[in-house]
């Protein structure tokens, strides 16, 4: 991996939709749109975050503690 942080652990869509309770279609269209906002990428069925800055600060701006 150039740049990022590659996460070692493969995860599928169905995995991690059960894991936060939401459906795949949900998981589907969010990492959708974290890859079309540059903060995650995906290789060899493993994910990649980018930009860990950003998707924190995307985080917490959509659940604020």
């Given at each position: 991996?150039?740049?990022?942080?590659?996460?070692?652990?493969?995860?599928?869509?169905?995995?991690?939709?059960?894991?936060l309770?939401?459906?795949?279609?949900?998981?589907?269209?969010?990492?959708?749109?974290?890859?079309?906002?540059?903060?995650?990428?995906?290789?060899?069925?493993?994910?990649?975050?980018?930009?860990?800055?950003?998707?924190?600060?995307?985080?917490?701006?959509?659940?604020?503690?």
């Amino acid at each position: 991996v150039e740049s990022g942080l590659r996460l070692e652990l493969a995860l599928s869509q169905d995995a991690m939709a059960n894991d936060l309770a939401v459906s795949r279609k949900a998981v589907t269209m969010s990492l959708a749109r974290l890859k079309e906002e540059g903060l995650v990428d995906k290789e060899d069925a493993r994910y990649i975050i980018k930009d860990r800055a950003a998707l924190e600060a995307r985080s917490a701006r959509r659940n604020p503690v």
